[in-house]
């Protein structure tokens, strides 16, 4: 079973926001890099963004640079991304992802580094 849940997903319209979270259950992020990938339909995995545990750093991909952000609480349970202008391009099932760090200044958007995937959640974005 899946200690993180992704929330938040749905249909929006292109220009509109979104806003996801990630969510632990049974235990807090606050020793966890975090990630949020998405993946469309026939499409490779992408990473979107992701933050180091300490949340003093976060790499966001090219794609979604300047529309997306991502932060975590203060309280180490949830961490968040802010979708904002979307685009129709998207849509697609997005999932967070977490590693426990060894190094509170290291993320990545590379999935082969995270073990610990939730569920996941869609956003369709329509025109």
């Known amino acids: 079973q899946s200690q993180l849940v992704e929330s938040g997903g749905g249909a929006v319209q292109a220009g509109g926001s979104v806003r996801l979270s990630c969510t632990a259950v049974?235990?807090?992020?606050?020793?966890?890099?975090i990630a949020w990938f998405r993946q469309a339909p026939g499409k490779e995995r992408e990473g979107v963004a992701c933050i180091t545990s300490d949340a003093e750093r976060s790499d966001i991909a090219d794609s979604v640079k300047g529309r997306f952000t991502i932060s975590r609480d203060g309280a180490a349970k949830t961490v968040t991304l802010e979708m904002s202008n979307v685009k129709v391009e998207d849509t697609g099932d997005y999932y967070c992802a977490g590693r426990i760090a060894s190094n509170h200044a290291w993320c990545s958007l590379s999935s082969r580094y995270f073990s610990d995937w939730g569920q996941g959640t869609q956003v369709t974005v329509s025109s």
């Open positions: 049974g235990f807090t992020l606050g020793y966890t890099t």
